[in-house]
């Protein structure tokens, strides 16, 4: 952007005539079928562009405080948002494409180039943060690695987002997240964590009967708002989710057990490079199916999950302690079995003609 504070708009960005006239009209009504309550209309405002001249201590801080409002589907079943995914991996292009099947407008960003990838799913790859600012999204979704969700936060020019925007994040644990969104993002800023306890592997067939697990951690007051944040959500709700509502640090200690523990036992079994066998029960098929699905993922995403879950620690101390509870009480067996032989005279377990019998060992030998 020039000294002179010209607005430039990516042309991917500028909305056609049929768009502009569906933004004028006066309501956009949503009906919330998850939650089985009806909110109020939403209201939709015309795009309005001014020319901000740049600061080095204000960069082109947009001076919007209206939503751009969700536009209406044809079928009139629900509300389009313009989504941005920040962080367009595997798993980011993986929620793109149910997103673009709804019909709500993609734009994806990374530091690796995926726009071919983008191309193939109907979204809109933007190498450049500021290029993708400049879109004005409804929505801007963190789907990153754990352990780089910090620095790619930081790269972001939250400033020139609406202060009206919904972040929200998809990371494997919530607690985290919630404290860096809450630190970085302006006051404005709406919030929203969730974790889809599913991926590209176990969700191969479908979302429904899948747990969503979200936490609104601040939504602001107002129609438009509370419309858009259940839009978001009835992005997972139409696919037929389990929605499940419940505080990040809730989560984080379930987490541990479910997702931690499955992957710290997944990571053990891989060590011991179990092979599929010619008499392999169902429970040993489980076992590898376990090493296939834990092993699949990065290992960053398994040091995220210890790193920053606060009950992850714990857990390792508890299943350590659970392993050696196990070989006492085999241990203890044992030795209990061999005491019985040495004084309650019962038979020895070794059979063998050649071991010594017990008048041989009266003699010294």
Known sequence: MSSSGR???????????????????STTTVTCRWRQQYHHPLAAAPLRLRAVPVRATDAARQPFDHLSGAVKSEEGTHPRLKIAIVGFGNYGQFLARTMV????TVLAHSRSDHSAAAAT???SFYADAHDLCEC??????????????????????VHRFRRSTLFADVLSVKEFPKNLLLAYLPGDFDVICTHPMFGPESARDGWAGLPFVFDEVRVGDGPARRARADAFLDVFAREGCR???????????????????????????????LKSTPINTKGYETLLRLVDNTCSDS??????????????????????????????????GLHEVLRRQLFEGSPPLNRDSSFPAESSLDDGR
Request: aromatic share 6%; net charge negative.
């Open 7 to 25: 607005f430039h708009q990516p042309p991917s960005c500028r909305r056609p005539a049929a768009l502009a006239q569906s933004l004028r009209a």
């Open 101 to 104: 099947q709804q019909g709500h």
């Open 121 to 123: 799913i109907g979204a």
């Open 136 to 157: 004005q999204p409804d929505v801007v979704l963190l789907s990153t690695s754990i352990l780089s969700a910090e620095a790619v936060l930081r790269s972001l020019p």
């Open 243 to 273: 929605m499940v509502e419940m505080s990040c640090a809730e989560h984080d200690a379930h987490a541990a057990e479910t997702q931690f523990l499955t992957h710290t036992v997944g990571r053990m079994l891989a060590t011991l490079d």
């Open 299 to 332: 290992f960053d995403l398994y040091n995220g999950l210890f790193m920053y879950n606060n009950n992850a620690t714990e857990l390792l101390h508890r299943l350590e302690s659970a392993m050696d509870s196990v070989k006492r009480r085999l241990f203890d």
